[in-house]
């Protein structure tokens, strides 16, 4: 139920303005909120929520019937349209603050970087607030910008601590400031951490395009890099020639367990790994499908049948070959029955036979 408003005449003159204008405010807050979510997208930034509204006349009433004096006219109240960016990490609202700046005019004596001024329990309140306007709209408005954190203590504190109209006992406060710390301690680290791996990344790709393979740990992704370098290539275009196959891409990081599995601990030992044992690979290969007339086969043909050869050359036997597809594709009985397929194949393979001998 809305409720009744004791409005001055300039009030009223006011709230006239925002009815007859309510249309363009709608289009333009779907307009803004189009916008970021566009250049976010084309940044790559990625935000936790974007949220849009425009002041309902009910709330604009409330605030003129506090305050209306302080208005000359409508477009002296900045938050008719209001705009909020809830980020992930608290150097991204440095960069959404960024993307607004080059996409609107920002009215930099209006706006606040709270994260400046506010006092030691305030942690919910570091927003960033700026004011602002486009070409052939005479109506300001404001964009905050704020940490998933921040947003979810300023709506928890609000709740605790204001609501009630009831003065909270200074044991209270106390507590709350120091879950406000530890919280903007967790928002600045969530940070350095995504910093510090960024930078681990990059080292790993530097580390992996220059060679030295044997100082990378082998993990997910060091694994990711080095695939990048398509080390599997020239053994699956052998494979596929035997048939004039077509080889089609498939994800070998499930390939990761397998190869810590066989004692991989750096990328250098998955380099070994696969000169050691490509020739091998490349005969279990050929006795499986030289005589099909198959077309397609998979890009993980490569380093499964390197693993293989492995396995079978050191002894690992129907046990190990049954642990490899295990890891692959689930347990089931039908990875004993492959497993003991091969072993009876291995027979015919030359590298065994080489072996042996």
């Avoid at 938050?79 to 990490?89: A, Q």
């Avoid at 052939?136 to 964009?143: G, N």
Wanted: hydrophobic letters at 40%; charged letters at 30%; aromatic letters at 8%.
């Amino acid at each position: 139920m809305r409720k009744e408003r004791q409005l001055d005449a300039h009030s009223e003159a006011i709230l006239e303005e925002y009815r007859e204008n309510s249309p363009r405010f709608q289009e333009m807050e779907l307009s803004i909120r189009h916008t970021l979510e566009k250049t976010f997208k084309q940044a790559g930034l990625l935000v936790a929520a974007l949220e849009s509204r425009v002041k309902s006349e009910d709330s604009l009433a409330g605030k003129l019937e506090l305050k209306g004096g302080k208005y000359r006219t409508l477009a002296d109240i900045t938050d008719i349209i209001g705009v909020r960016v809830i980020t992930f990490y608290v150097d991204d609202v440095d960069k959404v603050a960024s993307a607004v700046e080059r996409l609107f005019e920002v009215d930099w004596e209006n706006s606040v970087d709270k994260r400046k001024v506010h006092e030691i329990d305030s942690f919910g309140y570091l927003s960033l607030h700026y004011i602002c306007s486009v070409k052939d709209f005479e109506y300001r408005f404001e964009i905050q910008m704020r940490t998933v954190l921040q947003h979810a203590w300023a709506n928890m504190n609000h709740d605790t601590g204001y609501k009630s109209g009831v003065e909270i006992p200074l044991r209270y406060k106390r507590s709350m400031s120091r879950m406000a710390g530890m919280l903007e301690l967790i928002d600045e680290e969530f940070s350095r951490i995504r910093s510090e791996i960024t930078d681990y990344r990059r080292r790993v790709k530097a580390l992996v395009a220059s060679g030295n393979l044997d100082d990378v740990s082998l993990d997910g992704d060091t694994l990711k890099s080095f695939l990048e370098l398509k080390p599997f290539d020239q053994l699956n275009k052998s494979i596929a020639a035997i048939n004039q196959a077509e080889v089609q891409e498939v994800s070998m990081m499930p390939y990761l367990q397998i190869f810590k599995g066989l004692g991989c601990k750096t990328l250098g030992d998955v380099a070994r790994l696969i000169k050691e044992n490509s020739e091998a690979a490349y005969q279990i290969a050929a006795y499986q499908i030289g005589l099909t007339d198959l077309d397609i086969i998979s890009s993980t043909i490569g380093p499964q049948d390197i693993c293989i050869a492995f396995i079978l050359k050191r002894g690992g036997g129907k046990a190990g070959l049954k642990y490899m597809f295990d890891e692959l594709n689930g347990v089931s009985d039908s990875n004993e029955l492959m497993a003991e397929m091969l072993v009876e194949q291995s027979k015919d393979f030359p590298f065994m036979n080489q072996r042996d001998g």
